[in-house]
């Protein structure tokens, strides 16, 4: 097969191109480095600039953008990361979006992140006890939150028409997440699939150990810090850590590029990530995988969408500063199943991430429609 690859959320397709080329087919791939994280690019970068005037950046950036999509035709499969495909108001993407239908053989939209359907219906609750605009019946009020909403429900830019317009004429959605499924599940129950995230299992341990103190780790995006619930997972650690100085300790990075942040990340027994998620994020995935135990979303939900019955490698919190403590102090006081935690979570992201399986997942799915 002929795929396209439009977008990279979280190296998301930068590693399932990776397991699809292994796999036999020819695979391209537009994305951009998320400016500081500087994720991999697998191939075609296409980045707005964030260093000059912003009327140039425009300028310079569309005219980047437009022999891009041109060689984006011709292909049996395009998958897209988001409805907002280019780094454009939406109603500058709905050209695009028509063009790349017009000329492909078949078009993928991923539910990877936010949009229109995700943003309303985690508000409005749809079957999710919590979520990142939502905890139970109160709706979240911080700015973060607020700005998600006028950003995918005020639609002033288009953005609502772009994600109604991407789901019509898009031939299957595909969510990574328990949560995206779910408010994906009474949009197209028909296009709907769930695929898990691609993992590359790198300096997987071979023995797992833990030293005198537990070492606690924890990366925060400043900007996203609220919206993600890192503030709460760092005021929790950090007391509970203060309390037990002599048994653990925490380590804190801010803002580094996705490189050092991996080399940073080594070593280190347990990450706290994702405080409002149902289920592991990319992060979580690659800390798991390098044997580091995850404290953030592992619900039941998740487990059941991949159908594993056994292993339950999560320590799971609720979105509370009080569940993120118990958590912590639970992992601090049961040092000693450390080791089978860390097995375990190597375990449970062979089984259900490796990339290469995940690959053969969404190469049923694309041969699905294009036999269909």
């Known amino acids: 097969m002929k795929i396209l690859l439009f977008g990279n959320p979280s190296t998301l397709h930068s590693n399932l191109a990776m397991g699809l080329r292994e796999r036999g087919h020819e695979v391209r791939s537009v994305s951009n480095r998320l400016g500081w994280r500087k994720f991999p690019v697998d191939d075609i970068l296409l980045e707005r600039d964030l260093h000059i005037n912003q009327k140039l950046a425009f300028v310079k950036y569309v005219a980047e953008a437009l022999p891009v999509l041109a060689m984006c035709r011709g292909y049996d499969?395009?998958?897209?990361?988001?409805?907002?495909?280019?780094?454009?108001?939406?109603s500058h993407n709905i050209p695009a979006l028509r063009f790349l239908r017009r000329f492909n053989r078949k078009v993928v939209l991923g539910s990877f992140g936010d949009d229109a359907y995700t943003v309303e219906r985690m508000l409005n609750?749809?079957?999710?006890?919590?979520?990142?605009?939502?905890i139970g019946d109160t709706v979240r009020e911080d700015e973060a939150a607020?700005?998600?909403?006028?950003?995918w429900m005020d639609d002033t830019y288009g953005n609502v028409r772009l994600t109604r317009l991407a789901v019509e004429k898009c031939d299957a959605v595909v969510a990574c997440l328990y949560e995206y499924w779910r408010c994906y599940e009474d949009i197209c129950p028909e296009k709907l699939s769930h695929i898990p995230l691609p993992i590359v299992m790198e300096d997987t341990p071979g023995r797992f150990t833990v030293g005198e103190k537990i070492k606690f780790f924890i990366g925060i995006q400043k900007e996203r810090s609220m919206f993600k619930g890192t503030d709460i997972m760092l005021r929790a650690a950090e007391d509970v850590v203060g309390r037990n100085s002599g048994k653990a300790e925490?380590?804190?990075?801010?803002?580094?590029?996705?490189e050092d942040y991996k080399r940073i990340m080594c070593g280190s027994d347990v990450i706290l990530d994702q405080l409002?998620?149902?289920?592991?994020?990319?992060?979580?995935l690659l800390a798991m995988s390098k044997g580091i135990i995850n404290i953030g979303g592992g619900e039941p939900e998740s487990y059941d969408i991949v159908g594993e019955k056994t292993l339950r490698p999560v320590v799971n919190v609720e979105p509370t500063y009080e569940s993120v403590c118990n958590a912590v102090e639970w992992v601090i006081n049961n040092k000693e199943k450390i080791p089978q935690m860390k097995a375990d979570s190597v375990e449970y992201v062979k089984r259900h991430h490796d990339y290469r399986d995940v690959a053969r997942q969404y190469e049923e799915l694309y041969r699905r429609l294009l036999e269909g």
């Open 276 to 284: 409002y998620s149902y289920t592991p994020s990319m992060n979580s």
């Open 250 to 258: 925490l380590r804190v990075v801010e803002n580094v590029p996705y």
């Open 125 to 134: 609750g749809k079957g999710l006890r919590y979520s990142d605009q939502r």
């Open 146 to 151: 607020k700005t998600q909403r006028r950003l």
């Open 77 to 90: 499969i395009v998958q897209l990361h988001s409805p907002l495909l280019l780094d454009l108001r939406a």
